[in-house]
Each structure stands twice: as C-alpha cells, then as structure tokens.
Nanobody, 118 residues
C-alpha cells in the first residue's frame, strides 16, 4: 500500500523559514514526479513546486510567487522530497500537500498546515 506522508509544517513569523518533508513508502517503482501543492482558505489549490526525475538530470519548477524563496529537492534513497521555504510571507499560509506520481497514478498525502503570522 502506497503511503505519502508530509511533515514539517507549523507556525512561523514573516521572514522565517520552514522545511517540509514528503516521504513515500510501500512502492515498488520510483516516482516520476513529486509535487507540492497548497490551498489557502477560500482559494483553489495551486501547484507550488514540482520535481521531475530525469535520470542524470532532474527538473524543478516553481510557481512565480515562490521563485527565489522556495527550493524543492529530493533524496532518492529515502523516497523523500523536501520543500525548503525561506522568506515566508503571510500569503504563504495554507495547507501544503504532497503528490507523488507513480506509474501514471497519483498518490496524495494528508497535508500539513503552514501558518505565517506575527
């Protein structure tokens, strides 16, 4: 059974940092793409950052609003992807969820709350 588990959310002051983790277990094939999404109250879910495994070259993409502040990375040995979030702003407040695409199927975690407030 595939499990996707996020961790690392919490309350942080504006300008602060958090690192989210997304661990995938119960898989026999490696993910092809991992993505971090967020959904704020009253807003649609949006893709924040994605990591595509490309053999010798991996690809990372970001929504414009987080470029230069967020960094997505992966530890293949641990089937884990990270989202380093720096210079956090109140508008980054949302539930952050991780999606893993494995063999053309998507698996979601339960989400972790990130609150940026003074």
């Amino acid at each position: 059974q595939v499990r996707v588990v996020e961790s690392g959310g919490g309350l942080v002051q504006p300008g602060g940092s958090l690192r989210l983790s997304c661990a995938v277990s119960g898989i026999t094939l490696s993910p092809t793409t991992m993505g971090w999404y967020r959904q704020a109250p009253g807003k649609q879910r949006e893709l924040v950052a994605s990591f595509t495994y490309g053999g010798n070259t991996n690809f990372a993409n970001y929504v414009d609003s987080v470029k230069g502040r967020f960094t997505i990375s992966a530890d293949n040995a641990k089937n884990t992807v990270y989202l380093q979030m720096n210079s956090l702003k109140p508008e980054d407040t949302a539930v952050y969820s991780c999606k893993s695409r494995i063999a053309s199927r998507d698996y979601w975690g339960q989400g972790t709350q990130v609150t940026v407030s003074s």
